[in-house]
């Protein structure tokens, strides 16, 4: 295939032409800068008068007007090239091409591009396919000339006017800092657009799934097993949806872990902050946030080759019988990855007592245990819960460790010694290998996804209210 | 002794070398019994030394002030007297304080319940987040005070009551205590330092945080408490001092420079150091 796709290399390669653009604009910018800094210093001392904004600003001013524009016109270029390109290909495909279904349709398209890029194609090779894989690279290479062209134009046009602009009186420093703001605002935008993003994307593909499925049967439906029957006599394939154990089975793992990592995490927060000798704590509070920074798949191996087994033959031992993977497992290893959550979170809420509590409950004749109890504890007590409802929607979220220890099978039970499966672990599963994007099976993980999404959110939006009512009540 | 006038780091130092911290047997005769007593107290933080070898008595029932520049060791030997210190790393102490005649420092005495005994007001007020009446109610429930509600109760309204708060707070015993003015949560601390029952009530700079009205408020408050309580107060403000004390000690430098009635302190300093601080020469 290599060598029949050799006539069509002459195109060109997107990733070089955008370095290369990239890089003449950058450069081009960089003279600009440059050049405007200078001329503005030469025109503030020949003409012996003070600049309005200093050398930096008529320098910047040159570099962003040369830029800026080159930017967005090569950006909307591309947009609106492709779309250009989208309908040119396909009025001029073969008829019955073009009468085809949608998937039919597209496909062609896909593999025509494909082809014109020198991959291989999911289609037969035939000359329809070659003629519109070369008008397609025609196309293409079109669209990149004009757009570089345009670009490079606009910044040099830029780059020209600016600079004949530039003079001692010129107010160079506003417009650099409104552009510079709208960077600043653009780049945070884009996290949000992105939040935004998958969000609706997960939403859109749930309403998918929820119009194969109804949504009271996978709220309240008590059987999970989404493998769709391939043919009508497989054992097992019934594909139902019932999301039920999956919900019961994290929130187990999640209540052990919880178990584990609120009381540990706390009382080593307590003696941390307000017992531990300043340069003991020192030392200890990284030590403990390392824990932190194991990887959760190392957490994983962990649980369900060490933590596993010793609790099976420790079951054993005493007449237990405890799964090989078991709720058990998992969740008290994920509670001590959480400990250093909770007691980083909560030593925080205890530090942010102001010491004046602790003069005044000891100025009154309390010992330490009771001003701890009594006083200090108290005033932190907002922010250890909000730190313990952070790690609860840590624990949900958790996916390696549940993975490798909890279980695959979907099993409703209330025994922690069981294998109980989690919401994480299933959106794992149904979602590893090759996929059809339109079963059932795989929409599935994005109403779970969802599902997560909501629980995950309203936690943290419950634990950032709480902090700000303490906030209000310390003032 | 150096007449100091414009006073700089240097010269405070070689003042510091020969000012004369006041020996057992210059300290001025007392109308009546001592309640506290420190002989040759000396404090170090880590191996700097904050007081140099302090002799005083503290009479009961009266006011005392401490009065001097900043960082002389005002508030440090004050901390001294209710263990304060204790909770300071680095701290170490020497010499003997004494409370109706028992060493505080001595082992069998428990600092929880010395600081039962002598109470402290703060230089900033500070009410634990709790309500009116938990604050106030904080002490006596952790010495088991009162047996019942009723007797709570009562603690309660009488600390408040002496305190001058009550008719301001009492249609309000349950809201925060944070939400109170400044003057009244200072008022509130001092309610809630007298419902222990203390003998001696320690005040570092009980106004420093307050406007005038507020302040002359806990200074009558203060004339008031003298009948049933020892005060110490540290104050940074001299009319103060000379307002609401009956004797005055001025400290330089980790020293105690001069030790009086606050009237003859004021009017007829025996030391040129006190007499430069208090027309306001330096400090």
Same mark, same amino acid.
């Given at each position: 295939m290599?060598? #029949?796709s050799?006539?069509f290399?002459?195109n060109?390669d997107i990733a070089?032409?955008l370095?290369?653009?990239?890089?003449? *604009?950058?450069?081009?910018?960089?003279?600009?800068?440059?050049?405007?800094?200078? &001329?503005?210093?030469? !025109?503030?001392?020949?003409?012996?008068?003070?600049?309005?904004?200093?050398?930096?600003?008529?320098?910047?001013?040159?570099?962003?007007?040369?830029?800026?524009?080159?930017?967005?016109?090569?950006i909307?270029?591309l947009v609106v090239g492709d779309q250009l390109i989208e309908s040119t290909m396909i009025a001029?495909l073969p008829?019955d091409i073009r009468d085809a279904s949608g998937p039919v349709l597209n496909r062609f398209l896909a593999d025509a591009e494909t082809l014109a890029g020198g991959g291989q194609p999911t289609i037969e090779i035939t000359?329809e396919l070659e003629?519109a894989a070369?008008r397609f690279g025609?196309l293409r290479?079109?669209e990149?000339?004009?757009?570089?062209?345009?670009? !490079?134009?606009?910044?040099?046009?830029?780059?020209? *006017?600016?600079? &004949?602009?530039?003079?001692?009186?010129?107010?160079?420093?506003?417009?650099?800092? =409104?552009?510079?703001?709208?960077?600043?605002?653009?780049?945070?935008a884009l996290s949000i657009l992105t939040t935004v993003g998958i969000v609706f994307s997960v939403l859109f593909e749930s309403i998918r799934f929820f119009s194969q499925v109804p949504i009271f049967e996978f709220l309240f439906g008590l059987q999970w097993s989404p493998q769709i029957a391939l043919r009508s006599d497989q054992v097992g394939s019934s594909g139902a949806f019932g999301a039920v154990p999956l919900f019961v089975g994290t929130?187990?793992v999640?209540?052990?872990?919880?178990?584990?990592?609120?009381?540990?995490?706390?009382?080593?927060?307590?003696?941390?902050?307000?017992? @531990?000798?300043? =340069?003991?704590? @020192?030392?200890?509070?990284?030590?403990?946030?390392?824990?932190?920074?194991?990887p959760t798949v190392?957490?994983g191996?962990?649980?369900?080759?060490?933590?596993?087994?010793?609790?099976?033959?420790?079951?054993?031992?005493?007449?237990?019988?405890?799964?090989?993977?078991?709720?058990?497992?998992?969740?008290?290893?994920?509670?001590?990855?959480?400990?250093?959550?909770?007691?980083? *979170?909560?030593?925080?809420?205890?530090?942010?007592?102001?010491?004046?509590?602790?003069?005044?409950?000891? #100025?009154?004749?309390?010992?330490?245990?009771?001003?701890?109890? &009594?006083?200090?504890?108290?005033?932190?007590?907002?922010?250890?819960?909000?730190?313990?409802?952070?790690?609860?929607s840590r624990?949900i979220g958790e996916t390696m460790i549940v993975v490798m220890?909890a279980g695959l099978a979907a099993n409703l039970?209330?025994?922690?010694?069981?294998?109980v499966t989690t919401v994480t672990v299933q959106i794992v599963t149904l979602l590893v290998g090759d996929q059809e994007f339109d079963s059932a099976k795989t929409l599935a993980a994005f109403a779970l996804g969802l599902v997560l999404f909501i629980i995950t959110l309203g936690?943290n939006?419950?634990?950032? =209210?709480?902090?700000?009512?303490? &906030?209000?009540?310390?003032? | 002794?150096?007449?100091?006038?414009?006073?700089?780091?240097?010269?405070?130092?070689?003042?510091?070398?020969?000012?004369?911290?006041?020996?057992?047997?210059?300290?001025?005769?007392?109308?009546?019994?001592?309640?506290?007593?420190?002989?040759?107290?000396?404090?170090?933080?880590?191996?700097?030394?904050?007081?140099?070898?302090?002799?005083?008595?503290?009479?009961?029932?009266?006011?005392?002030?401490?009065?001097?520049?900043?960082?002389?060791?005002?508030? %440090?030997?004050?901390?001294?007297?209710?263990?304060?210190?204790?909770?300071?790393?680095?701290?170490?102490?020497?010499?003997?304080?004494?409370?109706?005649? %028992?060493?505080?420092?001595?082992?069998?005495?428990?600092?929880?319940?010395?600081?039962?005994?002598?109470?402290?007001?703060?230089?900033?007020?500070?009410?634990?987040?709790?309500?009116?009446?938990?604050?106030?109610?904080?002490?006596?429930?952790?010495?088991?005070?009162?047996?019942?509600?009723?007797?709570?109760?009562?603690?309660?309204?009488?600390?408040?009551? +002496?305190?001058?708060?009550?008719?301001?707070?009492?249609?309000?015993?349950?809201?925060?205590?944070?939400?109170?003015?400044?003057?009244?949560?200072?008022?509130?601390?001092?309610?809630?330092?007298?419902?222990?029952? /203390?003998?001696?009530?320690?005040?570092?700079? /009980?106004?420093?945080?307050?406007?005038?009205?507020?302040?002359?408020?806990?200074?009558?408050?203060?004339?008031?408490?003298?009948?049933?309580?020892?005060?110490?107060?540290?104050?940074?403000?001299?009319?103060?001092?000379?307002?609401?004390?009956?004797?005055?000690?001025?400290?330089?430098?980790?020293?105690?420079?001069?030790?009086?009635?606050?009237?003859?302190?004021?009017?007829?300093?025996?030391?040129?150091? %006190? +007499?430069?601080?208090?027309?306001?020469?330096?400090?």
């Amino acid at each position: 295939m290599k060598a #029949g796709s050799g006539s069509f290399f002459w195109n060109v390669d997107i990733a070089v032409s955008l370095t290369f653009f990239t890089i003449l *604009l950058l450069g081009l910018a960089c003279i600009g800068f440059f050049m405007g800094r200078r &001329r503005a210093t030469v !025109l503030a001392d020949t003409q012996s008068a003070a600049l309005h904004s200093r050398p930096v600003y008529h320098g910047w001013y040159v570099a962003l007007a040369c830029g800026l524009p080159a930017v967005v016109i090569w950006i909307t270029a591309l947009v609106v090239g492709d779309q250009l390109i989208e309908s040119t290909m396909i009025a001029s495909l073969p008829q019955d091409i073009r009468d085809a279904s949608g998937p039919v349709l597209n496909r062609f398209l896909a593999d025509a591009e494909t082809l014109a890029g020198g991959g291989q194609p999911t289609i037969e090779i035939t000359p329809e396919l070659e003629a519109a894989a070369r008008r397609f690279g025609n196309l293409r290479t079109l669209e990149h000339w004009i757009g570089f062209a345009g670009a !490079l134009g606009l910044g040099l046009i830029g780059f020209g *006017l600016a600079y &004949r602009r530039l003079s001692v009186a010129l107010r160079a420093r506003q417009p650099v800092e =409104r552009a510079l703001m709208v960077v600043l605002l653009l780049a945070a935008a884009l996290s949000i657009l992105t939040t935004v993003g998958i969000v609706f994307s997960v939403l859109f593909e749930s309403i998918r799934f929820f119009s194969q499925v109804p949504i009271f049967e996978f709220l309240f439906g008590l059987q999970w097993s989404p493998q769709i029957a391939l043919r009508s006599d497989q054992v097992g394939s019934s594909g139902a949806f019932g999301a039920v154990p999956l919900f019961v089975g994290t929130l187990m793992v999640t209540f052990i872990a919880m178990l584990v990592a609120a009381p540990i995490g706390l009382m080593s927060a307590v003696y941390l902050a307000e017992y @531990a000798h300043p =340069r003991f704590r @020192a030392g200890a509070k990284p030590m403990l946030e390392i824990l932190a920074g194991v990887p959760t798949v190392v957490y994983g191996f962990f649980a369900a080759l060490v933590v596993a087994p010793a609790l099976r033959d420790a079951g054993a031992s005493i007449g237990l019988s405890v799964a090989s993977e078991s709720a058990v497992a998992a969740g008290s290893v994920m509670g001590i990855m959480i400990i250093p959550f909770v007691s980083s *979170l909560a030593d925080d809420a205890l530090a942010a007592v102001p010491n004046s509590l602790r003069d005044a409950s000891l #100025g009154l004749g309390a010992t330490q245990q009771e001003t701890i109890t &009594r006083v200090v504890l108290p005033a932190a007590l907002p922010g250890i819960v909000a730190g313990l409802l952070l790690a609860v929607s840590r624990a949900i979220g958790e996916t390696m460790i549940v993975v490798m220890a909890a279980g695959l099978a979907a099993n409703l039970t209330a025994n922690p010694l069981e294998a109980v499966t989690t919401v994480t672990v299933q959106i794992v599963t149904l979602l590893v290998g090759d996929q059809e994007f339109d079963s059932a099976k795989t929409l599935a993980a994005f109403a779970l996804g969802l599902v997560l999404f909501i629980i995950t959110l309203g936690l943290n939006v419950v634990a950032l =209210r709480v902090v700000q009512k303490y &906030r209000e009540k310390v003032d | 002794m150096v007449a100091v006038t414009e006073i700089t780091a240097s010269e405070r130092d070689a003042s510091h070398a020969d000012a004369v911290t006041i020996p057992v047997d210059r300290l001025p005769e007392l109308g009546g019994p001592v309640k506290m007593q420190t002989r040759d107290l000396k404090l170090w933080y880590s191996d700097k030394q904050a007081l140099a070898g302090i002799n005083l008595d503290v009479p009961e029932r009266q006011v005392t002030a401490f009065i001097g520049p900043s960082g002389c060791g005002k508030t %440090t030997f004050l901390k001294c007297l209710n263990r304060m210190n204790d909770t300071i790393e680095g701290v170490r102490i020497e010499g003997d304080v004494t409370l109706d005649g %028992t060493d505080v420092y001595d082992r069998s005495v428990d600092p929880v319940q010395l600081r039962a005994r002598v109470g402290m007001v703060f230089q900033k007020p500070n009410p634990f987040p709790k309500s009116i009446y938990d604050n106030v109610a904080y002490g006596p429930r952790i010495h088991g005070l009162a047996t019942n509600r009723g007797d709570l109760d009562a603690i309660v309204e009488s600390s408040l009551q +002496r305190a001058g708060l009550w008719n301001e707070v009492k249609d309000r015993l349950g809201e925060m205590a944070t939400g109170m003015s400044g003057g009244q949560q200072q008022r509130l601390c001092i309610a809630r330092t007298i419902a222990v029952s /203390p003998e001696v009530i320690l005040m570092d700079e /009980p106004c420093s945080a307050l406007d005038p009205i507020s302040t002359a408020r806990v200074e009558e408050l203060i004339d008031e408490l003298r009948d049933n309580y020892t005060i110490v107060i540290v104050t940074h403000n001299l009319q103060q001092a000379a307002r609401v004390s009956q004797l005055t000690a001025f400290f330089h430098l980790g020293r105690l420079i001069e030790v009086n009635d606050t009237a003859e302190v004021f009017q007829n300093p025996g030391e040129s150091m %006190t +007499r430069d601080y208090i027309t306001g020469r330096f400090g």
